[in-house]
């Protein structure tokens, strides 16, 4: 090590070329790396989506969700399997052991759907396997009108003829889905009473239409020396093909064409959803983008697209993007980063106060650079992203490199003061001090090793932040140890002081340094006579601090204001979309009305190929969801308008409404239920899954924090339930499968085939015209064509009675759940979570019967386990280090003494600034770990360098601490001025790191406060029972 110093200080130019060089390398990297809202998060998950078109929530179960859940359960690695059956949707979530390959893991599963395909009905859509990916929300939507060159009708159709090529050529664009305004169709409306007459059925319709649109390779003509290939072509080339399409004969053998009773036209296929932005009907376009990819690259490159749509068809339609989710990337990003500007600055002015020179500060202040940079070039090898986390990393660590910086030239300062020539006080001074540097810097990288390498969601989330912070720290103790002492022996016979910084701000700064160790030197000698006041002070003020835990409000993450939030509106059973779109209207008028509100884009009713408003409950006519984005600077945080606008609300009673603060962002991301309280109540029959959930939902409500509960089966749909009497049935040669596909195909419709009109494939649908459905006396009214070619009045063998029946059917494993979630507010209750437990505890529920958590609750639980054991075994490694460091079982256990007293005033502090108890605080306790037990272990470097010059044990005890109180005050000041932008909330996009900051910054504050105290009189004690031994 010695000749690497040597080497650091003979050669400076070549040190700082090399260092120049990591610098340059890393703003390359920054250039290149990519950014993110967070880490790329890849759980081992596959969810698997069928559709199943008008079918009811119990036919999904039984014809599609469970075939697929048994066929899969049985893959090597799986956890568990979970499912969702709706309303015309299965989706089966397969959540693998965390070791699995997701892509083995979905190549085996393709296999098993592929041995049950042939068992799930005909009409039934090919089931598709999705890899679980919890960023693959829409990242962007763009809101567009039709303008006096384009019909409204006609809009959609455009866009996904003319317009969607452009943002499909946009790089890193995984899929572009609208939503809103009309599909275009070929629509062939059937005339059931024309129909009949001419002997004909729906089947024989449709297989003819399948038959004539079709052309065939027939082989190769042989003609002289050349081969001509010959083709039977017979598809549509018009919509008059399909009218003159024969479907039969009649008795005569007369051909008997689809025009003769059915009207074949280009049409729209029923609105089943509305898109709306600002109270206006649009199209809305969802981007998706790829996994991993760079949110802000793609979001520019969008941009460029939109443009060059905005000129080429700027007649016919007007397109803006009115959600952007880089755009909450880069303010927070930018937020972060200036936190990390602001603490560095604030950092080298407290140096320059206690350093009482500008050439010292400077000199540290190389070492930022050269670490940040370098750890950005690492950043890019190891293929990590900028993103809250990993700059989250990186600002919270910005205080602590200068701590080893800061012992190193405080040593190489010393041996100056002694008359040591510049250069060998630059190598005696850093090698002095160059292992106790290295065990500093290692003990707070320890407690990060267990995070880093967890393959729990801690681990997946966290992990990046974690190596940030270890790698800067690194990178700082490398930087330390070669640039300070080549700096300090070219630059500190430079003077560069101004005068008033010489008479002013130094002069103070020394009288306050001389004042400091007096009163430091009276308080620890008063301590080291009479060490019960002080132990009877820390213990009392411990164990007031821990009592806070107690009442402090308990979440997964904390949440983070991006000025926007959800509303979910259920009307009645039943309702339409006018109905439903009246009352969004009411809502939207009374939102745009208010001054803080920006913007608001509602989406009513569902899309057959919209699966994410599926996933996320908004499926039927009755629902709608309505995204507000709040003005910039607006007065209020999304969770204060929420309150605002929910006491303001006047809606009927059979009108449910929620909120969703997209604050809870980071939770979504690794729950499905995102922030808020889930509870899953298992059991097998229906009925009794909805008596307890209606029993444990009236008891929540009286609960103070539990608000807008909901019940999962109290979400009924009404059905009508059409049953055949078999025998009567099967006097016509008909059966319950036959009459089924019949009527399905009757009222809903069936896509018989396709034609290509305008370059693009369009649907070509077979129904009846809506007069002859649309009552329930014409369904049973209605004449159905048998087999043998008799027509039977469906009233002759069937009856219709009206049904409830649970919109969404939950299954987990092979149980049913009936899920109960609510929003909690802690401004009424700090612990929720507890009286939520404590209802349970007390219901009496059925054998074979149980609740659980799960949501965020479920994610605490097992979080902060996995913390906690992060914590004691960080405690375990830090001992294990410092023995191995000094040799000593006992002083290591004194040094380790330090860990109680950071938790001082920590839990109070939270509960001041209104925080949680979090993983962001939970880390703010590791990061605390490496730094605490630092101010110990060099406080007894000193001791036992001074206990060898044969000084008494009392001068050496004190002398020590007199010592260390300026870099250990350097140390603190730096690091918790750092963190102060963080603690504040000065930037956007730092509401994350706060409570961490805040733990970090009191923590630090009482450990140096008490450290300076109690581990000088520790070892005062220890070491005099020593001598006497």
């Not at 959540?95 to 098993?112: C, K, L, P, W």
């Not at 979504?668 to 808020?676: K, L, P, Y």
Request: hydrophobic letters at 45%; a neutral charge.
């Amino acid at each position: 090590m010695k000749a690497i110093l040597r080497f650091c200080v003979d050669r400076p130019v070549t040190v700082t070329m090399i260092w120049s060089a990591l610098v340059i390398f890393g703003l390359i990297a920054l250039g290149n790396l990519k950014i993110n809202l967070m880490p790329d998060l890849e759980f081992p998950k596959v969810t698997i989506v069928t559709g199943y078109p008008n079918s009811s929530s119990d036919e999904v179960e039984n014809l599609i969700t469970k075939p697929i859940s048994d066929a899969v359960s049985t893959i090597g690695g799986v956890e568990s399997v979970r499912s969702e059956s709706m309303e015309g949707l299965s989706t089966v979530t397969v959540q693998f052991s965390n070791h699995t390959s997701v892509d083995f893991a979905i190549i085996e599963i393709r296999e098993r759907i592929d041995l049950v395909r042939d068992s799930l009905p005909q009409d039934a859509n090919r089931p598709v396997v999705i890899r679980f990916d919890p960023s693959q929300s829409a990242f962007q939507e763009i809101a567009i009108f039709p303008k006096a060159g384009m019909k409204d009708k006609e809009l959609r159709s455009f866009l996904a003829d003319s317009v969607k090529v452009y943002f499909e050529r946009v790089e890193g664009l995984a899929a572009v889905q609208f939503s809103g305004g009309f599909k275009k169709e070929v629509s062939i409306e059937i005339d059931s009473e024309k129909m009949n007459s001419y002997s004909i059925s729906l089947f024989d319709i449709k297989k003819a239409i399948s038959l004539s649109n079709v052309s065939y390779p027939a082989g190769t003509l042989p003609v002289g020396d050349k081969d001509y290939l010959i083709r039977a072509v017979g598809e549509f080339k018009s919509v008059a093909n399909i009218s003159e399409t024969v479907v039969g004969n009649n008795s005569q053998g007369v051909p008997i064409r689809l025009g003769s009773f059915a009207d074949v036209h280009v049409g729209f296929r029923e609105q089943t959803g509305i898109a709306r932005y600002n109270g206006k009907d649009c199209v809305i376009a969802y981007l998706y983008k790829e996994s991993g990819r760079n949110s802000v690259e793609i979001s520019d490159r969008i941009k460029l697209e939109l443009n060059n749509i905005n000129q080429k068809f700027g007649k016919e339609l007007s397109a803006e993007i009115v959600y952007d989710e880089s755009k909450f990337i880069r303010e927070s990003i930018s937020g972060v980063t200036g936190s990390l500007i602001t603490g560095m600055i604030l950092a080298f002015l407290v140096l320059v106060f206690l350093l009482r020179n500008l050439k010292s500060p400077i000199i540290l202040l190389t070492v930022i650079p050269a670490s940040l940079f370098s750890t950005l070039l690492l950043f890019y090898i190891f293929g990590i992203s900028l993103n809250m986390m990993s700059l989250g990393g990186m600002a919270l660590g910005i205080g602590m490199l200068f701590d080893t910086s800061n012992v190193v030239f405080s040593s190489i300062e010393r041996n100056l003061s002694r008359g040591v020539p510049i250069k060998e006080a630059s190598l005696k001074g850093t090698s002095e001090v160059t292992g106790s540097v290295v065990s500093a810097t290692l003990t707070t990288v320890i407690v990060f090793l267990p995070i880093i390498f967890f393959k729990s969601m801690i681990g997946i989330v966290f992990g990046e932040m974690a190596l940030a912070i270890t790698i800067s720290l690194l990178m700082s103790l490398l930087a330390s140890l070669t640039l300070i002492p080549m700096m300090t022996s070219v630059l500190y016979s430079v003077s560069m002081e101004p005068k008033f910084l010489k008479e002013v701000i130094f002069k103070r700064s020394e009288e306050f340094h001389r004042n400091l160790l007096s009163k430091y030197e009276a308080k620890l000698n008063s301590y080291i006579e009479q060490p019960k006041p002080l132990v009877r002070l820390i213990s009392i003020l411990f164990l007031f601090s821990i009592a806070f835990l107690f009442i402090l409000p308990k979440e997964f993450v904390p949440r983070v204001d991006t000025g926007e939030f959800s509303i979910f509106i259920k009307t009645k059973n039943g309702s339409g979309l006018t109905h439903t779109g009246d009352i969004v209207s009411s809502l939207e008028s009374t939102l745009l009305k208010d001054s803080d509100v920006k913007s608001v884009i509602a989406r009513i009713g569902f899309e057959e190929d919209q699966l994410g408003s599926k996933k996320r409950g908004n499926w039927g006519s009755n629902r709608a969801v309505l995204r507000v984005i709040l003005k910039e600077g607006s007065w209020s945080s999304s969770a204060e308008f929420i309150s605002k606008f929910r006491k303001s609300l006047r809606l009927s009673e059979d009108t449910e409404i929620h909120f969703e603060n997209s604050g809870d962002v980071l939770a979504s991301v690794v729950s499905a239920e995102g922030n808020g309280l889930s509870l899953e109540i298992l059991g097998e029959n229906l009925q009794t899954l909805n008596e307890i959930g209606r029993e444990l939902k009236s008891k929540l409500s009286k609960l103070s924090g539990i608000k807008d509960t909901r019940v999962s089966m109290e979400d009924t749909s009404v059905e009508y339930d059409l049953s055949f009497d078999s025998i009567k049935a099967s006097f016509f040669n008909l059966n319950n499968d036959y009459l089924s596909n019949y009527l399905r195909m009757a009222n809903f419709g069936s896509v018989v085939t396709k034609i290509k009109m305008e370059s693009r494939n369009r649907d070509v649908r077979l129904f009846f015209k809506k007069g002859d459905v649309d009552s329930l006396d014409k369904v049973l009214g209605m004449r159905i064509q048998s087999p043998n070619g008799n027509l039977v009045q469906l009233s002759q063998i069937g009856s219709i009675k009206e049904t409830q029946a649970p919109v969404s059917i939950i299954r987990s494993g092979n149980s049913r759940v009936n899920l109960v979630t609510a929003e909690v507010d802690f401004s009424e209750s700090n612990n929720p979570y507890d009286d939520v437990k404590d209802v349970i505890s007390k219901m009496n529920l059925p054998e074979g019967y149980r609740i659980r958590f799960a949501g965020e609750q479920e994610n605490i639980d097992k979080s902060f386990s996995d913390l906690i054991f992060a914590f004691v075994l960080a405690i375990v490694l830090i001992y294990m280090l410092l023995a191995s460091q000094f040799e000593s079982l006992l002083y290591s256990l004194i040094m380790i003494c330090t860990i109680p007293l950071m938790f001082i005033g920590v839990f109070p502090a939270l509960y001041i600034f209104g925080k949680s108890l979090n993983v962001s605080s939970f880390m703010g306790l590791v990061l605390l770990l490496g730094v605490v037990v630092d101010n110990a272990a060099l406080y007894y470097e000193y001791v036992h360098l001074l206990s060898k010059e044969n000084i008494p044990l009392r001068k050496v005890i004190v002398d020590s601490g007199k010592i260390v109180l300026r870099p250990i005050l350097m140390n603190n000041a730096t690091t918790i001025l750092g963190l102060l932008p963080i603690m504040l909330e000065l930037q956007k996009g730092t509401e994350f790191q706060s409570p961490m900051a805040i733990v970090s910054i009191v923590g630090l504050l009482t450990s140096f406060f008490f450290s300076l105290y109690l581990i000088p009189v520790l070892f005062f004690y220890l070491l005099k029972n020593k001598e006497r031994a």
